[in-house]
């Protein structure tokens, strides 16, 4: 049960080199997935982190007001169990303020200089990097990125034209984002190594500069360009060039684990979570808070300084806002991904839809999520951060208070309502263009079918694990062009033809639901020319397991890479549909049809969901035939070798280091594992799911009948590990 808000606030005040002011208390995904929620909270006070007494501007309470109805209907629904907001204007940080609690166990409430991770936000921190060094004449925007990372390769002979530019406007033409080891639980280095290493075996999706893809890879060699020429690490140079000249002193990358209490904590099923690390520190690593990142937010809203503190020229900010997406590849215009140079639009919805300019960067990682939007021209910016990741809506939080505050001040005219769930009129539909739409599409996450209804309405079917399974039905054609149907009245699709390529448009209600936009969902996908080559047709059916994570990943929580699977849909003859299988599977459509030993990524869209693709590649290891997309490793199922019961068996890592998979067989009688002499170890039932896990040593156990578990041993290259099965 849900308890009701308490009233009470606890004063602090708000830092900042231009406020004269001090802190009272001393000493944050495609969107992508949904996390598990926990339902049992309790609200907590919310704690008030007061202006410094200006007077010449409004004090926002109303906008104050819908950040607490805001974080009670989020808390409420369990999406969050810690939120924070700040309001900013130009002068000063009007109010900051956090709910919730940073701890369940203890009832701790978040206070001033709780820690939050901002996922992909940190990108901005990057951005000002990469700027601050163009301005010094250090680096050239429109330099090829060879020049000062000269051990960048790829294999597409293309890469040699990738710019810095490119880097930060997503249109580099990478795959994506290398997943593994990016999310751990305990401080790792070396992951922009790691990405670079794995760029150097990767061919691009599209020639560089050709669109914009939302890409965090591009980010992370951010940290080593900016190594390079500099001298410092990233996140020294962060430090000393944009966070200390700030104030901004409660902000930080994960180079250490921080003190308990310190930050708020991350639950999943109602447990609380290790403390999360970001190997990719520049694409979206670093940890602050409210009243910090309203310090940060506020030299948007004045040309690049802060007071006496100048960060960035004035030319640079406006550099930074102009939508790099004009003039490139971009079928279907959305206003949520006209990127700018760090930011994720220049157009934000939300606040366009009531005639107010805006930019917005958002992001997620496994466990936390936040938004930060600037409207320049009227002065103000809004800061949300909280925990669970992309469980709660951070882009429509920031655009509800930024809205209210607006209304407050009278800059628009009211509080925008959320859009009435009308469809436009029934049309006749034109003649054949329900058959044109029909057809199979894909999205880096998702296929789905469009069907032609015997009335000459549409309806979707999504792939699953058992195949095409129905979705919104009954989409008839309406008197805007678009197919709607009466069930889902603010949704629509309709198919678009650009450069030889027909898209999926799809356009629904966002943020704050007062507004429309529109956005290339998926890729129409045709049947290959040829049928698959019997190489491929063996590899049909059969699933693989990855081998080369790290223990301390978050990969079974998040990205859900730990099985691979091959398998094939009549709709697509001649294609591969590869399932990552987790918490959310994914199928990815391949083409195969160039070699036996590589299925190429085929999807080029624009924006958001043509991300996070790749080739995968067959690896010939020791007479088996392994899988490799991205950097992740992962070896045949079907070979994992079985233990016997009664006995002890000796298992070696190999001289790579890879992981060690062994099958357990529960039948009449459960089985109990014995373990010793690995690094870290887990255990999985038939479905994979995590039954156990531990570090050097422990056991584990397997009911009777379950059937087959799957036992994976962690260690260092020629480690020895000893499993007994009893």
Request: with cysteine; hydrophobic share 45%; proline share 6%.
């Amino acid at each position: 049960m849900v308890a009701a808000m308490m009233t009470q606030a606890n004063s602090h005040s708000t830092p900042g080199p231009a406020d004269n002011c001090t802190a009272s208390a001393p000493v944050s995904r495609r969107k992508l997935l949904q996390l598990a929620g926990w339902s049992g909270l309790e609200l907590a006070t919310p704690v008030l982190l007061a202006g410094c007494g200006h007077t010449s501007t409004p004090d926002y309470a109303a906008a104050r007001q819908e950040a607490q109805t805001a974080a009670q209907e989020v808390l409420r629904l369990g999406s969050a169990t810690a939120l924070g907001f700040a309001l900013v204007s130009a002068e000063r940080t009007v109010w900051a303020e956090s709910f919730g609690f940073a701890d369940l166990q203890t009832r701790q409430p978040p206070s001033a200089t709780t820690l939050f991770g901002i996922g992909s936000t940190s990108k901005m921190f990057a951005t000002v990097a990469v700027m601050q060094l163009v301005e010094q004449g250090r680096v050239v925007l429109d330099a090829p990125l060879v020049r000062y990372l000269p051990s960048f390769r790829m294999l597409d002979a293309r890469y040699t034209a990738i710019t810095v530019r490119m880097l930060m406007n997503h249109s580099s033409g990478f795959p994506g984002t290398i997943y593994r080891s990016i999310f751990t639980t305990r401080p790792a280095s070396g992951y922009a190594e790691q990405v670079l290493a794995a760029l150097a075996q990767e061919r691009l999706k599209a020639a560089p500069g050709y669109m914009s893809v939302y890409c965090n890879d591009g980010f992370t060699l951010i940290e080593l360009l900016v190594r390079e020429v500099t001298g410092q690490p990233y996140a020294d140079y962060v430090q000393s060039a944009i966070l200390d000249p700030l104030g901004m002193r409660h902000s930080s990358f994960t180079g250490v684990p921080f003190a308990d209490g310190s930050y708020a904590k991350a639950y999943r099923s109602g447990m609380a979570q290790p403390q999360e690390f970001v190997g990719a520190q520049a694409s979206g690593g670093l940890y602050t808070n409210p009243t910090d990142m309203a310090t940060f937010a506020r030299i948007f809203l004045n040309g690049g300084a802060l007071g006496a503190t100048r960060i960035l020229a004035r030319t640079s900010l406006q550099a930074m806002a102009v939508d790099q997406t004009l003039g490139t590849f971009n079928p279907v215009k959305s206003s949520a991904w006209s990127y700018g140079l760090g930011w994720d639009t220049v157009h934000e919805a939300g606040l366009d839809a009531v005639g107010v300019q805006a930019w917005t960067k958002g992001g997620d990682t496994n466990f936390y999520g936040a938004e930060m939007i600037v409207a320049p021209n009227e002065g103000l910016a809004v800061v949300v951060m909280g925990t669970q990741g992309a469980g709660f809506n951070h882009s429509a939080l920031a655009q509800r208070v930024l809205l209210r505050a607006l209304a407050e001040n009278g800059h628009i005219p009211a509080f925008p309502a959320p859009l009435a769930a009308l469809a436009s009129a029934v049309l006749p539909a034109p003649a054949g263009i329900a058959e044109a739409t029909e057809g199979v599409y894909a999205h880096f996450a998702g296929i789905v079918q469009f069907r032609k209804d015997a009335d000459g309405s549409l309806s979707t079917m999504r792939l699953g694990p058992d195949g095409f399974t129905p979705g919104i039905s009954a989409m008839r054609y309406r008197s805007d062009g678009w197919f709607t149907s009466d069930a889902a009245p603010l949704v629509s699709c309709k198919a678009i033809t650009d450069s030889g390529g027909q898209y999926l448009a799809q356009r629904g209600p966002a943020g704050a639901l007062h507004y429309l936009d529109a956005q290339a969902f998926a890729q129409r996908v045709q049947p290959a020319a040829s049928s698959l080559t019997p190489a491929w047709r063996k590899r049909i059916g059969s699933s693989w397991l990855l081998v080369n994570e790290s223990p301390d990943s978050h990969v079974d929580q998040f990205v859900g890479t730990r099985r691979f699977s091959l398998v094939t849909v009549p709709e697509l003859p001649g294609l591969v549909i590869a399932w990552q299988s987790g918490d959310t599977p994914a199928p990815i459509v391949l083409d195969p049809s160039t070699s036996d030993m590589t299925a190429r990524m085929m999807l080029v869209i624009a924006g958001m969901n043509g991300r996070d693709l790749n080739d995968l590649d067959i690896i010939n290891q020791d007479g088996e035939e392994w899988l490799r997309w991205g950097d992740s490793l992962h070896r045949p199922l079907a070979t994992v070798p079985r233990l016997s019961a009664g006995t002890t068996t000796a298992v070696s890592i190999g001289p790579e280091g890879y992981s060690e998979w062994r099958a357990v067989q529960a039948g009449a009688a459960p089985v109990q594992l014995s373990i010793s002499g690995t690094s870290a170890w887990r255990f999985y039932d038939p479905d994979f799911q995590v039954v156990a896990s531990g570090l050097t040593t422990g056991q584990a156990s397997l009911p009777a009948g379950t059937g087959l578990g799957y036992l994976l041993l962690f260690g260092v290259a020629n480690a020895h590990a000893s499993v007994t099965l009893s």
